[in-house]
Every structure is written in C-alpha cells, then in structure tokens.
C-alpha cells in the first residue's frame, strides 16, 4: 500500500494497513522537530557531549604530497561514540522516541553495527531494545552480538529465508506491528519506508553542516569534491547534504567486491545489474533477478552489502547531481594500507571505498582545490578481515593459540 510520496518516482510507503496510524504519528513527529529549532539544539548538545562533536576536519598533508594534486581533508566520523556515523543517527532517533513516549526500541542489523549503536543508545535512554539479525550474521559477527547483548538488547537470531539482513528486516517488521504502541523502529540507514529515507538523511547531515562551516575556515572557500561510500547512502547523504545546492561535485562509491564483471559486488548504481523494485516498504534500485528475487551480493566490507539504496540517492543520481563509481576490494585493501602508513589513521573498510576513488582523482586536480573524504568509521573493528587478508603469520598464531586455550577451558 502506498501511504505517502516523498519523490515522485522513488522511495514511498508500502506498508501493511496495521502500521497506517503509526507512519502518520512518525510523520508527525519528524515534522514537528524539524520545525523546532529547540530539537536540533537538544540533539548537538547531547552529539557534543556523548559522542565527541564536532568531530575534526583533519588535513592528510602525507597524502596530499604524495599524490601531489588536490589537498586532501578527511571528515573524522571514525571519532563518534562507538566508532561511526551510525551514532548520529540513533541518538537522534532516541530524542525522538522520548518524545514520543515510546520505552522500547527495535532494529535490524547486518554486520552488527547498527545493532551495537542502537543498544548503546538504548542503554543511555533506558529503553528495552531488541536487535534483529539474520541467523547466518549472527554467526559471522560474534563480536557485535557479545556487545549488543552485554549492554543489554536482545538479540533475535532470524531463521527465515537466506538468514540475513533483508530477513532481519522482515521480522523486524513483525515486531512492530505486534507492538506499535509501545515501539519504534530504528531504521539503520536512509532507507525503507518514508519518512525513514528523509529522517535519517536529516539527521546524518550533522556531518555536512560542520565541515562546511570547517572547510571554509580552512580554505575560504567550497571544496571542489566530496567522497563518502554507499552502502544504504547514510553517511553520504549527511556528507552532502549542505552541498547539494552548491556547485560542489558529489561522488558515491559503491562496493565493486571482485569486480563488476564478475558479478559478485554489492554496486546498485555504478554498475548495470540493479533495476527498479519495491521491497521492505519502498521502491528503488534493487540487486535482483528477472523474478524479483534478491541477489546475492559480496564485498570485503559487511556494511557496503545491502541488495537496495537510498531512494533520495537514486533521485539525485537520475538527476545527475551524484556520481557513483566502483571501488573493488583489492584496491580498497590497498588505499587502506596507504592511508594507515601515510597519515596513522586507519579507516573502516567501508570508507576505504572512497579513499580509492578519492586517490584516483586527486592527481588529477590542482593543489588550488580541496576534497573531503568522508571517513565513515574507524578500521579496527576490521581487525579479522585486514588481519587474514594480510595472511598475517602472528596473527594467524595468535587466533589459534586463543582457540587452544578455550578449547582447554582456560582463560
Ligand atoms: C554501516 C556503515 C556504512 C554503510 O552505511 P551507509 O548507510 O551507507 O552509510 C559505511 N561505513 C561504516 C563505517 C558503517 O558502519
């Protein structure tokens, strides 16, 4: 069923007749509080104090020389409470549920990062909270899980269909129509049924109302272009929010896994193989057969993997107002490395996607220009995935003399 229209042609409500009552009060709320100058004030305050905001605008002067164009400036999102972007938008949610009166929250969560942010958050706000996820990702991100359980959410393994994230999202769904009245689902990135593309892009733009007020104490003037990976569009949507009536160029980079000639990539908008679908109570680009059956996606980094996208960033894209290119995972491995020998800085594996794109092009551009990577979040959560992608030999000791040692009941 389609509730409302945010685009014409993209995103939309689709949901069950259940749900009707509730998206009218969301609607409601997010306009009341985008209305109120007091809710946006309350929400920098507690970013500032919780979660380190501002966060820096750090000039990459290794870089910089070493490329020898463009001057490079990255948006520190690693340095939010829990380590990513993803603080921003669940803080903000939270204000919101306090002011709805809601006392327990909901999510789905992939690779675990959205379930661990919206359990701190939970934490903080004294919500009861549970965390939906796909059986098989509940397996693969056991670190996440420990969390998300010790800080007291509980976490519902999924068992339905390919036991991962767009299953998790299903169940989700469940929850909330069981228990409207006392829930409210915390949707992870700017997608889903309206207002969720919108609300979470508005909040994301905490990251783009900084650095253009940074970027212009720095240079005196507008960069020349942003990056900031795509996995739901989230971060890039708060990156280029404030820009988008700027001249200032945009560019997604979406995960081009082993490349996009092999089909195993996660990439809806820089390749060919996504076409238009509704699913999960919207409509966008969806990776997916002739029968509508989602694909199966890959990349090195478990945030960059999700089969849809932003709506908002489908519009934009038609409109040509954002450039989507591909990072593969050998070359975001590679950026990585650089990045962390150059600067001392290591970037999730998500962000190290618009590094590469950034490197490809800062050559190129003139040490009169400035760029801003977004730097999505901090790498060392990555620490099982760069470690055996190094085929790093202590590393390799370590885990197995660790799983020795449980095995003998040790500690
Ligand atoms: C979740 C995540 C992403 C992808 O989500 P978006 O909604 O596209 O921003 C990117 N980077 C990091 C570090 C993440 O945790």
Redesign the pocket.
């Known amino acids: 069923m389609r509730a409302s229209h945010i685009h014409d042609d993209w995103g939309g409500a689709y949901i069950p007749e259940i749900l009707h009552q509730t998206f009218l009060e969301l609607n409601e709320q997010v306009g009341a509080a985008r209305a109120d100058a007091s809710f946006w004030a309350e929400y920098q305050r507690l970013m500032a104090e919780y979660s380190c905001r501002p966060t820096p605008l750090t000039f990459a002067e290794n870089l910089s020389k070493h490329f020898g164009g463009a001057r490079i400036y990255i948006k520190r999102e690693d340095l939010n409470h829990t380590g990513?972007?993803?603080a921003n938008n669940v803080i903000g949610q939270g204000l919101l549920v306090q002011r709805m009166g809601k006392k327990r929250v909901i999510a789905e969560t992939g690779a675990g990062?959205?379930g661990v942010a919206c359990a701190t958050m939970a934490a903080k706000f004294g919500f009861d909270c549970a965390i939906y996820m796909g059986a098989v990702d509940v397996q693969r991100q056991r670190p996440n899980v420990f969390w998300m359980e010790k800080l007291g959410a509980k976490v519902v393994a999924v068992e339905d269909g390919q036991r991962t994230l767009k299953d998790a999202i299903n169940e989700a769904f469940r929850d909330w129509v069981t228990n409207v009245d006392t829930t409210h689902y915390v949707f992870g990135?700017?997608c889903g049924p309206a207002p969720f593309p919108e609300l979470v892009a508005w909040l994301q733009s905490i990251i783009s109302k900084e650095s253009i007020i940074q970027i212009r104490e720095r240079c005196g003037k507008l960069p020349k272009r942003i990056y900031a990976?795509?996995?739901?569009?989230?971060?890039?949507l708060g990156a280029f929010y404030e820009y988008l009536d700027t001249d200032v160029e945009l560019i997604g980079v979406e995960a081009g896994g082993d490349g996009l000639s092999t089909g195993r990539h996660a990439a809806r908008l820089a390749s060919d193989d996504a076409s238009p679908g509704i699913a999960q109570g919207y409509k966008t680009m969806f990776l997916q057969n002739a029968d509508g059956q989602m694909r199966e996606t890959h990349s090195v980094a478990a945030?960059?993997d999700y089969v849809g996208v932003s709506p908002i960033l489908v519009d934009l894209w038609q409109k040509k107002r954002v450039r989507f290119e591909a990072a593969t995972d050998t070359e975001v491995m590679a950026a990585l490395d650089l990045t962390v020998k150059k600067e001392g800085i290591i970037p999730?594996l998500?962000?190290a996607h618009a590094f590469v794109q950034a490197f490809k092009e800062a050559p190129s551009l003139s040490p009169d220009d400035a760029i801003i990577i977004n730097m999505?979040?901090r790498g060392d959560k990555d620490i099982f995935t760069i470690a055996s992608a190094y085929d790093d030999p202590s590393w390799r000791a370590f885990i197995i003399e660790k799983a020795a040692e449980y095995r003998q009941g040790g500690r």
């Open positions: 990513a972007h993803k990062q959205h990135t700017a990976c795509v996995g739901g569009g989230s971060n890039a945030g960059l999730a998500e962000s999505s979040g």
